[in-house]
């Protein structure tokens, strides 16, 4: 049974950072492109951040230079370390899986940048 269970999400004021964890089972999880997306409320789900197999990462223009994914193959997780954090970064957070046609996801986690 694949399983993708994010965790490391809370409320934050602007300015402040936070780590997304990605725990992962049930998959063949080093040949997996992994990636974070995010949804906040009233918009499309959209990528955040992706990182392939070898290692090679791209992330979205909003995110760029305060975000950073990062992937452990033994340990089977990705994580997100996310830097300056605005308002305009809140929404639920999403962990996601890819290998050849197969797509999995997770169940999110919330991260709310308020004052």
């Known amino acids: 049974q694949v399983q993708l269970v994010e965790s490391g999400g809370g409320l934050v004021q602007p300015g402040g950072s936070l780590r997304l964890s990605c725990a992962t089972s049930?998959?063949?999880?080093?040949?997996?492109?992994m990636a974070w997306y995010r949804q906040a409320p009233g918009k499309q789900r959209e990528l955040v951040a992706r990182i392939t197999n070898d290692g090679s990462t791209h992330y979205a223009d909003a995110v760029n230079g305060r975000f950073t994914i990062s992937r452990d193959n033994a340990k089977r997780t990705i994580n997100l370390q996310m830097n300056s954090l605005k308002p305009e970064d809140t929404a639920l957070y999403y962990c996601n899986a890819a290998r050849w046609a197969l797509v999995y996801w997770g169940q999110g986690t919330q991260v709310t940048v308020s004052a």
């Open positions: 049930g998959f063949i999880f080093s040949s997996a492109t």
